[in-house]
């Protein structure tokens, strides 16, 4: 039995769909017709169907597509706030840090991984982020990774192995032979609990070489590519993202000329990470420079409690307007429609008919709010479609 709901007495919606209004596809005084957890039509409420099962009245909010975060390290276990603190005092960021996440991480418990996991989606969803993705690379041993990617794979279908995050210190000494772990055994015991494969590529972590062979050996077992790179000074790492067409290039912090050009003519996505910036004090990517050159832009979190603890979408979308150059509508396309791209995904991210029903409402009567109320929790109630 099929049931319908429609959702009315929408003030402003925010759909997506280039067959409404303006670049968000707005439509005033709205409805949204749910069947069976699918979004099938959108418009005006004098217009919307009559014959259904439920009715809900919004109250005349603003109602968005869910955010979709597509970059975060959710599983982990211990604290970098003192790490944090002395930053804040002058100390400078560096890879090395995720070397004391990883020692937490292997001494915490399943159970606790796992509880501490699910107060984390918690968080996310209050906050109106409906589909996500996370990283292991807090494990860095076959068997933890292989723990890691489990444990995600049972609050997200968007599982990343990034089990070459850093050379962990036991392969201080030989980190080719920490690579070889990465694309044999580790690789085998993660590939099947995996969607994507990502890495590393910065000075401090892995080089391009190394990332090119991880890649590829990842990729040659049906794992999709993605890829952090430029984070902490220009290298090598986007280049590589569009020769592998990388789905998404997260961080670019330090773009060439010559990255921009190569995204331009691109279908990989650059993922813009604002809390990394705020967190450790460097320099925002410029993502009005990416949007001229008609690179494909996403906003996500990269939650993790090294470079960016924060799980906020609202908080990216109003960092990234008032600090990288962004329109609100630019913003919150890439913390929607833009994660989705960046995950390869065309059921999120919008609310188009056939999307999947995952919306937020707001308690403010416009999507502006999102940017125009900093730090201020305007999610009145996330709906995420269970289908
Ligand atoms: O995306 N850049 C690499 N990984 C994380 C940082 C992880 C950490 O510092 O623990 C990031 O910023
Ligand atoms: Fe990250």
Redesign the pocket.
């Known amino acids: 039995m099929s049931r319908a709901t429609l959702l009315t007495g929408i003030g402003e919606l925010v759909t997506l769909d280039p067959e409404h209004a303006g670049p968000l596809g707005i439509v005033a005084d709205a409805a949204l017709l749910e069947v069976d957890g699918r979004v099938v039509w959108t418009g005006p409420a004098s217009a919307a169907p009559r014959d259904v099962d439920e009715v809900v009245d919004a109250g005349g909010a603003a109602v968005i597509p869910g955010f979709v975060d597509s970059?975060t390290?959710l599983v982990?276990g211990g604290d970098?706030s003192a790490e944090f603190e002395a930053r804040m005092a002058g100390r400078p960021?560096s890879?090395g840090?995720?070397r004391?996440?990883v020692a937490a991480t292997r001494a915490a418990s399943e159970g606790e991984l796992r509880s501490r996991l699910a107060r984390f989606v918690a968080e996310l969803e209050a906050q109106g982020t409906t589909t996500f993705e996370i990283?292991s690379?807090?494990g860095l041993t076959v068997e933890d990774e292989e723990r890691l990617l489990r444990l995600a794979g049972e609050v997200t279908d968007e599982t990343t192995f990034?089990g070459a995050?850093?050379v962990p210190p036991e392969y201080a000494e030989d980190p080719q032979a920490y690579v070889e772990l990465v694309t044999g055994p580790m690789l085998d015991a993660c590939a099947p609990h995996a969607r994507w494969i990502d890495v590393?590529c910065?000075s401090g972590?892995f080089t391009v070489e190394q990332s090119r062979r991880i890649l590829a050996a990842g990729a040659s077992r049906g794992l999709g590519v993605r890829l952090?790179a430029s984070?902490?000074g220009p290298g090598d790492g986007v280049a590589l993202a569009v020769e592998l067409d990388a789905a998404s290039v997260?961080?670019c912090t330090y773009l060439t000329d010559a990255d921009v050009a190569a995204l331009a003519g691109s279908s990989t996505v650059a993922t813009l990470?604002p809390g990394?910036e705020f967190s450790?004090r460097q320099p925002y990517p410029d993502a009005r420079r990416l949007i001229e050159a008609g690179v494909r832009v996403a906003l996500a979190s990269?939650c993790?409690?090294?470079?960016?603890f924060t799980s906020s979408m609202p908080f990216c979308i109003a960092v990234a307007v008032r600090e990288m150059g962004m329109t609100v509508a630019e913003a919150l396309r890439a913390a929607t429609l833009g994660g989705a791209e960046a995950l390869r995904r065309t059921d999120v991210g919008h609310l188009r008919p056939g999307a999947r029903a995952d919306y937020v409402v707001l308690d403010a009567p416009s999507h502006v709010h999102l940017a125009y109320r900093p730090g201020v929790p305007l999610v009145a109630r996330t709906h995420r479609a269970r289908p």
């Not at 993790?304 to 960016?308: E, K, T, Y």
């Open positions: 970059h390290h982990f970098r960021y890879a840090g995720i004391s996440t990283k690379g807090y990034l995050h850093v590393f910065e972590a952090h984070q902490l997260d961080h990470l990394v450790t990269d993790n409690p090294g470079s960016s």
